[in-house]
């Protein structure tokens, strides 16, 4: 597997990779990463990457040349690219894209700055927009880490124990029951109870009660979801 950072910027993303999980899963050649800057695809004499907006509005827009020329050579060397493009104007990722991108051989992250990239390029080369959430940032080098760090966890072997992903929020409809460790006491607080008692199936129990407790209070529509979901399998 292969990631590839088409940013201004890469030093905002490779010191992510420099320690932990991640940092093994790279030693190990689990996957590899590169940066891509396209200033030096530009043909601008002084490497000028940005142009006024047209139409009127504030701020400066990545204009197409350079992405235009850095994709197309992305592409020309490695066919198999799936390109994707940072935007708010976008579909929310969510876990599901994180597993079924798990899969590709090679994906690039495309990271706008300033007021954002040319339509055109988008239009040209995404395979695939995404958004975080539904505010704005300074750059999409932050979205495009946080991406790349769900889709490489689904990565086999990247993770230490891969049973650890089937427990986690969103691998099911409802959020992930609250965790616990030794101690079992500490500052007059217990772990449940029933933990203790080696009783799986009733472990499991009190882990979906908690779990749907924990979604009605952070994530009511999921519950909603999951609710409909079991009323309609059964």
Known sequence: MKFSFVTLFSNLIDGYFKDSILSRAIEKKLFEVEYIDPREFSTNKHKKVDAPCVGGGAGMVMTPQPLYDTLQELKNSSPEVHIIFMTPVAPQFTQNDAVR?????????????????????????????????????????????????????????????????????????????????????????????????????????????LSESKTKFFRPELLMKHKKRISYEK
């Open 101 to 209: 991108l798990a899969t590709k051989e090679h994906i690039a992250f495309v990271s706008g700055r300033y007021e954002g990239i040319d339509e055109r390029v988008i239009e040209e080369f995404a395979d695939e927009v995404f958004c975080i959430g539904d505010y704005i940032l300074t750059g999409g080098e932050l979205p495009s880490l946080v991406i790349c760090d769900a889709i490489s966890r689904n990565i086999d072997g990247v993770l230490g124990n891969s049973e650890s992903l089937d427990i986690e929020s969103f691998e099911s409809s409802i959020l992930e029951a609250p965790s616990f460790s030794k101690p079992t006491e500490y500052e007059t607080k217990s772990v449940p109870s029933e933990y203790l008692k080696g009783n799986h199936a009733n472990i499991r129990e009190l882990k979906n009660a």
